[in-house]
Each structure stands twice: as structure tokens, then as C-alpha cells.
């Protein structure tokens, strides 16, 4: 069974709206990673989250760790076609592990 | 542009054939990374460096794959008698390291086609 989940697996909206992507591990979350992908592509780090209750935000994307429900959100602002992409959740489950998990990835398609 | 980098970029093998895959990571990283990924899923952890030093390996590493760092910098991904099982992408990062585990960052892949 997958560690990481993440919902929804694809979502379209419409240049300017708001959206969410979680990622839910059946494991503790010692670190948790998110990256974007372009189809073909590496992946472009966001940002890491360590502590439980802990939120980052850079430029229209915020997002946050819920320790307790070893779950995380990705909160998009105002989408623009620039925010496409596989947004992706990795995690070190093992606490200090070099080792990460990552989800199956979020497809974000963004209608100008 | 000094972030990772990975070579060749594409691949296409015969069956049979051995690959090789280079990752030069960020200059003053010591922690090196490979994951493979294939289409509709996230990376998957097959091994990592600390300098020259192979630290873990994933079971998914069959007798086929072996990687080197020899001089703590490049790292080399082979494969050896390729399958088309092995058509993936890639990917290499690498870290400064330390405790907790710093971010990892990734080169671009290299994507194997297998005939």
C-alpha cells in the first residue's frame, strides 16, 4: 500500500481560483517535502515542513503540516497557467532517514 | 546554473545492453541520491552517498544496478543486461546533508527507453 496519498490524484480550474492539494501518510512525519514537475522534467523543491502546526507561504502557495493527522495541505491562491504541473509530496517516515517517500503526485491544470 | 546535472538526458537501448547515467551534483553537497520513477508515479528511493561512501540501498537495486561515487563529486548510475522493466526516468539529487536530513535537490532525470 502506497504511504503517502495524495487527493485529488488531477484538478483543472480556472486561471484566478483557489485550491488545495493534501497528502496523508499512513506513517509519522519526521519531514515533509513538496515539489513540482513538469511533464518530463526533475523535480523543483517548494518547500519543507518539520514541525507539526508549521506553515510556509512563498508567493501564492502556502502550505502546512498537521502532525497529529500526519497530514499536509498545499494552498494555491489565485492560480495562474504558471502553477501547472505534478505537484508532488515526499516524506522521511523513518525519522532522520536520508530515504524519502513520495506520494503518486497531483496534476494541476490551470485554464487561462 | 550550478544546480545538479545529469547525463545523458535520453536513452534508448536495445534489450540486453548495458547503460551508464552520470550525476554531477551541487558543488559543495556531500549526500548523493538516485530514485527512479516511472510513468503515473511518484520517485522511488534506490540508493545514496555520503562523499564516496554508499550508505543504503534500496531492494529494488537488483544485482544489475550498481552506482559509484569514487571520488565523493560525480556519481555513476549502470545498468547492466537492460529490461524493458528498467524503461523509467532517472532522477538524482543531493543535500548537504546533516541532522535532520537537509532538502534534496533534483537534476532533470535522465529518461531510459528499453527496446
Known amino acids: 500500500s502506497q504511504e503517502l496519498e495524495q487527493s485529488p490524484q488531477s484538478l483543472i480550474v480556472q486561471e484566478g481560483k483557489n485550491l488545495t492539494i493534501n497528502c496523508t501518510s499512513s506513517?509519522?512525519?519526521?519531514?515533509l517535502y513538496w515539489y513540482k514537475q513538469k511533464y518530463g522534467e526533475g523535480l523543483i523543491f517548494l518547500m519543507m515542513?518539520?514541525?507539526?502546526?508549521e506553515e510556509k507561504s512563498h508567493e501564492k502557495i502556502t502550505a502546512k503540516l498537521d502532525e497529529k493527522k500526519q497530514q499536509s495541505s498545499l494552498h494555491i491562491t489565485a492560480s495562474q497557467p504558471s502553477h501547472a504541473g505534478i505537484y508532488l509530496c515526499g516524506a522521511d517516515t523513518q525519522g532522520g532517514s536520508e530515504k524519502l517517500v513520495f506520494g503518486k503526485g497531483t496534476k494541476l491544470t490551470v485554464n487561462p | 546554473d550550478t544546480g545538479v546535472s545529469q547525463n545523458p538526458r535520453h536513452k534508448i537501448t536495445k534489450r540486453g545492453q548495458n547503460v551508464t547515467f552520470r550525476c554531477d551534483p551541487i558543488?559543495?553537497?556531500?549526500?548523493l541520491y538516485w530514485y527512479r520513477q516511472t510513468l503515473g508515479q511518484g520517485p522511488e528511493f534506490l540508493t545514496y552517498?555520503?562523499?564516496?561512501?554508499?550508505?543504503?540501498k534500496s531492494r529494488l537495486l537488483s544485482d544489475r544496478f550498481s552506482a559509484e561515487r569514487p571520488k565523493g563529486s560525480f556519481s555513476t548510475l549502470e545498468i547492466q543486461r537492460t529490461e524493458q522493466g528498467d524503461s523509467a526516468m532517472y532522477l538524482c539529487?543531493?543535500?548537504?546533508?546533516?541532522?535532520?536530513?537537509?532538502?534534496?535537490?533534483f537534476g532533470p532525470g535522465t529518461r531510459l527507453l528499453v527496446l
Open positions: 558543488s559543495e553537497h556531500n549526500r
Open positions: 552517498f555520503q562523499n564516496e561512501a554508499q550508505l543504503e
Open positions: 506513517k509519522t512525519l519526521y519531514g
Open positions: 539529487a543531493s543535500s548537504l546533508g546533516g541532522v535532520p536530513p537537509e532538502t534534496q535537490y
Open positions: 515542513l518539520q514541525k507539526g502546526g
